[in-house]
């Protein structure tokens, strides 16, 4: 599965995969506030990447008040053995806790990560579904709110010039293509 959506001469693509393996200026992954690992997309991410990416989070960590990141936040790193050159660690909302806020803190993670982008010149970014594995976010609400919050910033600003949204599974291509089709229209 491969889906291109333009917009204006900016694009996203969806298509269904392994981010670890996506050729791209950054990765993002779906991290917590401990930001040393974890399991799902993390642990793939940390495992494909080698050990010098947890200690990269360290000293990152020794950076940010109470050693935490938080939710919503987005923080660089390079990305050592990965093809690309750098992870942006997020950190989304647990559906459970998060109520309310949850659609603006998940938001908030595509935004930052393409703001980190935009600041360190980064014209490609990929993200895994933030949020909808570990942390409980329903897909089809996820969806629409990370498909909103990509496109908004690809139109105010001129970079990055290329989102790909890598889905695991069957479920999460299906949820994401049926908010792309709403959200991203017309197709290309
Ligand atoms: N490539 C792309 N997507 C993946 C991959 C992969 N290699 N592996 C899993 N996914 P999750 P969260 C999908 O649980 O919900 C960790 O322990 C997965 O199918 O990885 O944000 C962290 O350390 C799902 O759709 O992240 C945190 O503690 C999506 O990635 C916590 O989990 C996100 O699932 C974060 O939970």
Redesign the pocket.
Known sequence: MEHRYSLGNKTVVLLEG???RQDVDAIAN???GGLL????????IHRAAGPELVEACRRVKRTLAGGRLETGGAVLTAGFKLRARHVIHCV?PVYASAGAEAPRLLASCYRNAMRLCREHGLRSIAF????????G?PLDEAAPVALQAVREELEAHALPEEVRI????DL?ARAYKAAADEVLSPRV
């Open positions: 392994d981010i670890v779906a991290a917590n690992g974890g399991g799902g997309v993390d642990g793939a989304g895994p579904s933030i949020s909808t594995g570990v942390y976010y890598v889905l695991f599974g999460a």
